[in-house]
């Protein structure tokens, strides 16, 4: 009985978070303004830490939401307010706002279609030992650090020029 409603509930849940940022990901697209489509992102972000959370892949899912909503989206929500792009929009939807709600009702009637015939469930790999915490950290600190490093120069340098950019156009020109 508890085991039934428990994954009905993990159903559920799966299902309000892909939906979630499924909407997220449409707002993206459709909207005009630069802190509403950062907003947007954010929550869609967020569905899918949700989703990693539910598939059991908590280390992702906490990843997901610290690095990539926690650090990255703020920064680039501080940049749009250095920025302050308001002035320069007009509208409130952008020309993309028709196709994007098509492309959306397309890829929900592709949802509903390969869920109403029944997609084979997949398949689990027997005596496989998985990815875990520590094979993470050893592949992460021997073959991507200096990845990582080069993208923290990368955000560095994008909020120097942010700040060159507002500087250089605060200047009264002639």
Same mark, same amino acid.
Do not use: C
């Given at each position: ?5 428990? =994954? ?6 799966? %299902?309000?978070? @892909? ?5 997220? %990901? ?13 907003? @947007? ?20 899912? $906490? ?24 002035? =320069? ?15 959306? =009702? ?14 084979? =469930? @997949?398949?689990?790999?027997?005596? $496989? ?9 050893v592949a992460f600190l ?14 560095? %340098?994008?909020?120097? $020029? $942010?700040? %060159? ?10």
């Amino acid at each position: 009985m508890i085991d039934t409603f428990l =994954a009905n509930l993990d159903t559920l849940l799966l %299902a309000v978070f @892909a939906l979630g940022a499924l909407i997220g %990901a449409a707002l993206m697209l459709v909207l005009k303004q630069p802190m509403r489509v950062a907003l @947007a992102l954010i929550s869609t972000m967020v569905f899918l830490g949700g989703i990693y959370g539910l598939l059991g892949v908590h280390f992702i899912a $906490a990843f997901q939401v610290l690095i990539y909503v926690g650090a990255v989206m703020v920064f680039m929500v501080y940049v749009i307010m250095l920025l302050d792009p308001r002035d =320069a929009l007009i509208g409130r939807y952008s020309r993309w706002l028709v196709p994007g709600v098509i492309g959306l =009702a397309l890829l929900l009637g592709a949802l509903v279609i390969g869920i109403w015939s029944g997609l084979p =469930a @997949a398949s689990r790999a027997t005596g $496989a030992t998985g990815f875990g915490l520590a094979q993470f950290a050893v592949a992460f600190l021997n073959e991507y650090w200096l990845h990582f490093e080069l993208t923290s120069v990368l955000l560095v %340098a994008a909020v120097v $020029a $942010a700040l %060159a950019v507002i500087k250089a156009g605060g200047k009264p020109r002639g």
